[in-house]
């Protein structure tokens, strides 16, 4: 099994910046890429970045593009996301998700394993 645990959500105004963290544990060699998810209330959890194993390959949605960064230590078992020129309408809880196949997925059933979230609120 794989645990994964998010950390960095806050609250910030918009145009700010957040930096999202998330450490995972047991089973790690099984881990080939990463992800970051996120729902709004009352709307389905939309894929927001995915990284590859190595790092060297990352790919994003349209809605973030150009202003978040996904990246990831191997050596920490950890993947980030940060996040700049935030927007309201990127409140939202985030989610860390991570699967054994090395080809990437947008789409959540095809993640194995979960974190718990964190919560991100950007005020206007």
């Known amino acids: 099994q794989v645990q994964l645990v998010e950390s960095g959500g806050g609250l910030v105004q918009a145009g700010g910046s957040l930096r999202l963290s998330c450490a995972a544990s047991?089973?790690?060699?099984?881990?080939?890429?990463m992800a970051w998810f996120r729902q709004a209330p009352g709307k389905e959890r939309e894929f927001v970045a995915a990284i590859s194993r190595s790092g060297g390959t990352t790919y994003y949605a349209d809605s973030v593009k150009g202003r978040f960064t996904i990246s990831r230590d191997n050596a920490k078992n950890t993947v980030y996301l940060q996040m700049n020129s935030l927007k309201p309408e990127d409140t939202a809880v985030y989610y860390c998700?991570?699967?054994?196949?090395?080809?990437?997925?947008?789409?959540?059933?095809?993640?194995?394993?979960w974190g718990q979230g964190t919560q991100v609120t950007v005020s206007s």
């Open positions: 998700a991570a699967r054994g196949y090395t080809y990437f997925s947008t789409k959540s059933y095809d993640y194995g394993y």
């Open positions: 047991g089973r790690t060699f099984s881990i080939n890429t």
